[in-house]
């Protein structure tokens, strides 16, 4: 089984691979991970008939307690970022949209092993866990017309999730059904775990100062910080006793441009495939970095798409 990811091809990606978990303001559906006054109404009442059923009062499905608790959805929302893949690798659409009109790549993954690099190492950022929303290997999105109404089944709390896991899970996974052509799955990940920060402006200076596993760089006029690859969440303390993690994401979250990236695991690369119109210089450059990193599969495959010459569609030719 494989999974792909359309990409604007940019220079040097092969060097040091990375791909961005997007928050959702950031992303072109506007109704994206939104939830409605009325779900929240649907599934605090279904919440209460559970408590009722086990003996129990619930004194959720307030007025009161559905804002506080669509305040406390957005919040934890918003510490989370979406990459999204498609199950079909060779769908002129996603080509034209999200691989820079055919002159970007398509990379395919093998979803035997997992695509980041920290996850191989058995890394606790991205762990599954009962007590966070994050998603470490792609899953499905389900599409329909309209909105998602909860059962009770999506509201009988299991005893080791934390409250809300399965609205806040549901609303990550459903879109309209005039997304379907992308035939997407995603991967949601924590903002505040990312192994590379971009942002538009600079933090106070001694944040990140001081600390080993950290690298703080100029670029285009971003500021860059760079964790080191087998740097975890409790080793990321500055010369202040601060986390550098939990600043980025709180600095961040005030800035015009806040970029999140995470390291991709070469050797989950099954195949790359880039588009009919990707430029015979750019594929020569990225082929180069491909052979110059020895952590890629040698069984890697490459190949570029040619517009078939008898239907609309693409055909694929070794490199």
């Known amino acids: 089984m494989s999974f792909y990811k359309y990409v604007k091809l940019r220079k040097g990606f092969f060097k040091d691979p990375v791909l961005r978990a997007s928050p959702r303001h950031v992303l072109n559906d506007p109704f994206e991970a939104e ?5 929240l109404g649907d599934f605090y009442k279904l919440e209460n008939q559970w408590f009722a059923e086990q003996g129990q009062l619930s004194n959720s499905g307030t007025t009161d307690q559905c804002d506080d608790e669509s305040y406390w959805i957005d ?13 079909n690798g060779d769908n002129l659409l996603m080509w034209s949209h999200y691989a820079d009109g055919h002159r970007g790549v398509v990379i395919e993954f093998d979803s035997g092993s997992s695509w980041l690099i920290n996850a191989e190492d058995g ?6 866990s009962p007590l966070d929303h ?24 299991n005893r080791y999730e ?12 459903t879109k309209g059904l005039a ?11 924590r903002l505040e ?24 760089s100029e670029e285009g006029g971003h500021v860059v910080y760079s964790f080191l690859p087998d740097f975890e969440i409790g080793d990321s303390v500055d010369v202040n006793g601060d986390g550098v993690r939990s600043k980025l994401f709180s600095w961040g979250r005030c800035c015009a441009e806040y970029i999140c990236l995470y390291r991709l695991n070469p050797k989950s690369i099954k195949s790359i495939y880039f588009g009919c119109r990707t430029a015979d210089a750019d594929i020569e ?5 491909i052979g110059a990193n020895s952590k890629f599969s040698s069984n890697m495959k490459v190949q570029k798409a040619v517009v078939s010459n008898d239907k609309y569609g693409l055909k694929f030719e070794d490199i």
């Not at 470490?136 to 329909?144: D, G």
């Not at 997304?179 to 991967?187: F, I, L, P, T």
């Open 35 to 39: 939830v409605t006054e009325w779900q």
């Open 75 to 87: 919040e934890t929302i918003n510490e989370y970022g979406v990459v999204s893949f498609s199950e």
């Open 123 to 128: 890394c606790d950022r991205f762990s599954p």
């Open 134 to 157: 994050t998603v470490e290997m792609p899953q499905l999105v389900k599409y329909q017309n309209d909105r998602y109404r909860f059962t009770l089944n999506d509201v009988v709390p």
């Open 162 to 173: 934390i409250s809300g896991k399965r609205l806040i899970d549901t609303l990550f996974f």
């Open 179 to 189: 997304w379907s052509y992308e035939e997407e799955c995603r991967s949601v990940l």
């Open 193 to 216: 775990d990312a192994d590379i920060v971009r942002l538009g402006s600079k933090l106070p200076a001694a944040v990140g100062h001081g600390c080993d596993g950290v690298t703080i």
């Open 285 to 289: 450059n990225a082929l180069r970095d």
